[in-house]
Nanobody
């Protein structure tokens, strides 16, 4: 059973960088054919895909967030990390890390972590 767990600060000040880590257990982030993504849901809005890192370490980002997003990984810890720079209150959301197989919806989700951007 694959499990994902998000961690990071729940409050970030405007203009700072949001940094979240997803720790994966029950499966390796280097296993072929899986993609490890970040998704968020602002209050009262739908899900928004942020970006992914592949098993080879390649990354793809949402065009709307690409200039502010970086996803990296630590294979020794089986973790991947999201960094979102220059945050504004519009980045306030529940953030989820997920696993997906190529061309399919995510099959495993973290429980989510609330991040609020406020001074």
């Amino acid at each position: 059973q694959v499990q994902l767990q998000e961690s990071g600060p729940g409050l970030v000040k405007p203009s700072q960088t949001l940094s979240l880590t997803c720790t994966v257990s029950g499966g390796s982030i280097t296993t072929n054919d899986y993609y490890w993504s970040w998704i968020r849901q602002p209050p009262g809005k739908g899900l928004e895909w942020i970006g992914l890192i592949s098993t080879s370490g390649g990354t793809i980002y949402s065009p709307s967030l690409k200039s502010r997003t970086s996803i990296s990984r630590d294979t020794s810890k089986n973790q991947f990390t999201l960094q979102l720079s220059s945050v504004t209150p519009e980045d306030t959301a529940e953030y989820y890390c997920v696993r997906a197989n190529s061309g399919r919806p995510p099959d495993y989700w973290g429980q989510g972590t609330q991040v609020t951007v406020s001074s």
